[in-house]
């Protein structure tokens, strides 16, 4: 009881929590690269929600008239399409900004399903240690035992080949570094005072466990979601390009660039667009990833 | 040291059976009936369906058919490709010194630049060398390795017209392998012009492939060079009058290594992972590009036995890592 009150007072003092997030700020924007990552990161995510109506045509309209016409700015470029048009006639440009969309939604998806997966099943082993800890760590060594991409690939070929599939196969890939971060942090906070304290008053297991325990664990878990989101962007790619992911005509960036492979040496439009995409938003997640672990993490910061 | 080793053999054993077992119940997820993925037949009488059944062991219960599957796996036969007939086994030992061969230039690429320029950056901290490679390394990390192949054949193939785009060497040139190796064999084969052949070949897939390993090899030599150089030793080092060289090449460099060989060691899974990409852009007729080949071809068998082998092949590596590791680094092998 005296546990219960003790953290509502605390939620109840919103100081603490916004000099928390001046003080995380104030790391944060130190590094610049960091910042501009995430101006870019939230730009692309305004280019996604607003893609209907930022994007000058429909993904998927084809203009026949207007095969692999070159970027405006070369001979034979046309200003309807700024950036060209595909082997059938589409617009790259709305192509691209459609992408996005696949992008973030894939990378929500993943982190999400991995997170709390991962989250629960590191808590458990953390916690409980002992046999459960052993067969869960064992299962994850086993899922790391195969190259990331290998299984994926196995797991698509297994599920049948979709979107939602590349990105099932994507979060079990992903999984074992949130079981490992998560049970590493949940061991070392339980040898302290305070969860011992906990306990000692009569906190149930599962409050212990997601109230008192999880939220010290946040630091780590929050920067591997950053980093594990690129990832997760480019695999899910690196299987749309291999036929596995999302299937085509959809605007993917990855399977565009699967279409785009057999005209790599006559229209480099087509190939080299949907690339500067996957790298520019997968670098601006990145920046922003380690900036986050600089702000984050107590060890780095500069004492 | 040697319960250091029967420890990390401890872990890994089981973690082999547990691959086994992922490997046996891949076959037995794959929607459609076993026997006809298995023998790639269609219109198969029912007579030979149920021979094949008992042939294959799937009338057993599943428990025997896995410890049938054990028993083959340990007398040498990882199954059947359903396309080539081969073993698999035999067809995954043809392929594999293309990818060695990848794999090994690859990191060497990946090392003789991420070394230096880690260091070098970490020593002359926040200089505009430092920035432009933290900003190479973090590029580098953060690409599409199948785009990046794809751009270097448009530059070094479509325009400049150096680089061939697909193959190990010229179909001018054949000797049989002796080492695998084509960039040796074709030395050795003494044929004027196909180490050339054969270099030409090789040298944007194994650039592409070191992208990534380069990155990572960058950041972790500079991030371990700077944690050393604001070590009291290496201060005493510089106070004592050493030169500048010394200090850092001797004194530091020797304890930056060990995070940096084991961060080396950890990239053998993700060149698997590059090899599929990369082998399949360049036609590099390896594991990588065979995985992907069977996949599609649904020569199940194959993807069977080559998953099994790859997960092996990397757990042996990253063991191997480990008690390296442990030997460089004795707290290693003391704690945990």
Not at chain 2, 213 to 225: E, F, G, K, N
Not at chain 2, 289 to 318: C, E, H, T
Request: a neutral charge.
């Amino acid at each position: 009881m005296d546990e219960v009150l003790a953290t509502q007072e605390i939620d109840q003092q919103p100081s603490g929590r916004v000099a928390l997030l001046k003080e995380f700020w104030a790391y944060f924007s130190e590094n610049k690269g960091a910042v501009a990552g995430l101006f870019f990161f939230v730009g692309i995510i305004i280019i996604a929600i607003f893609a209907d109506f930022i994007a000058p045509h429909h993904p998927n309209e084809q203009f026949r008239e207007a095969l692999l016409q070159p970027p405006f700015w070369q001979s034979g470029g046309d200003l309807r399409f700024l950036l060209g048009t595909d082997a059938v006639g589409r617009d790259m440009l709305s192509r691209l900004i459609h992408g996005a969309r696949f992008s973030l939604f894939i990378g929500c998806i993943v982190v999400s399903i991995s997170l709390m997966v991962g989250v629960i099943l590191g808590l458990m082993a953390g916690y409980f240690r002992g046999k459960i800890d052993t067969f869960i760590m064992r299962i994850m060594d086993v899922v790391l035992a195969f190259p990331s991409l290998l299984l994926a690939l196995v797991l698509v070929a297994i599920l049948g080949p979709s979107l939602i599939n590349a990105m099932i196969a994507i979060a079990v890939v992903q999984q074992p570094h949130y079981v490992r971060l998560t049970r590493a942090a949940v061991m070392s906070e339980m040898t302290k005072d305070y969860v011992t304290a906990s306990r000692i008053i009569g906190v149930k297991t599962l409050r212990l466990m997601f109230v008192t325990i999880l939220p010290n664990c946040m630091a780590p878990l929050i920067v591997q979601a950053a980093l594990s989101f690129s990832t997760a962007i480019l695999d899910a790619a690196a299987l749309g390009f291999l036929g596995m992911g999302a299937q085509p005509p959809a605007p993917e960036w990855g399977t565009m660039l699967a279409e785009a492979r057999e005209f790599i040496l006559r229209a480099w439009w087509v190939v080299t667009f949907p690339g500067v995409a996957i790298l520019t938003t997968v670098l601006a997640i990145n920046v922003m990833g380690d900036g986050l672990r600089d702000a984050l993490d107590p060890k780095l910061k500069r004492s | 040291m040697l319960s250091y080793i029967l420890r990390k053999l401890g872990v890994i054993i089981p973690t082999f059976f547990g691959v086994t077992l992922v490997a046996f119940v891949f076959i037995r997820l794959l929607p459609g009936d076993p026997v006809l993925l298995m023998a790639g037949e269609r219109g198969m009488s029912d007579e030979r369906h149920a021979a094949m059944m008992a042939e294959f062991g799937y009338d057993k219960p599943i428990l025997v058919q896995y410890g049938i599957y054990l028993k083959d796996l340990f007398s040498g036969d990882f199954g059947t490709s359903i396309i080539t007939k081969q073993p698999v086994l035999k067809e995954f030992f043809t392929l594999f010194p293309a990818t060695m061969e990848l794999s090994v230039v690859a990191i060497f690429i990946a090392v003789a630049v991420g070394l230096p320029a880690g260091m070098i950056a970490a020593t002359k901290r926040r200089s505009f060398f430092d920035h432009a490679v933290m900003t190479g390394a973090l590029t580098g990390y953060s690409m599409p390795i199948f785009w990046w192949g794809l751009l270097l054949i448009i530059f070094f193939s479509g325009i400049l017209g150096w680089t061939p785009v697909s193959g190990r060497i010229s179909l001018l040139y054949y000797f049989e392998p002796v080492t695998g190796f084509m960039l040796i064999d074709s030395l050795l084969s003494g044929q004027a012009g196909a180490f050339r052949s054969a270099l030409s070949h090789l040298i944007l897939p194994s650039v592409v492939l070191a992208t990534i390993p380069l990155a990572v090899i960058a950041r972790q030599t500079r991030s371990a060079m700077l944690e050393v150089l604001s070590m009291d030793y290496v201060r005493t080092a510089k106070a004592k009058g050493l030169g500048h060289g010394r200090v850092i090449g001797m004194h530091a460099l020797r304890n930056a290594m060990i995070p940096v060989i084991t961060v080396i060691g950890l990239q053998v899974g993700v060149l698997f992972a590059g090899a599929i990409l990369t082998e399949t852009i360049f036609s590099w007729p390896g594991i990588g590009k065979w995985m992907v080949d069977s996949i599609f071809r649904r020569d199940y068998p194959s993807v069977q036995g080559g998953l099994l082998l790859i997960a092996a092949m990397v757990m042996i590596v990253n063991l191997v890592v480990d008690v390296l590791y442990g030997f460089i680094n004795p707290q290693i092998r003391h704690t945990d």
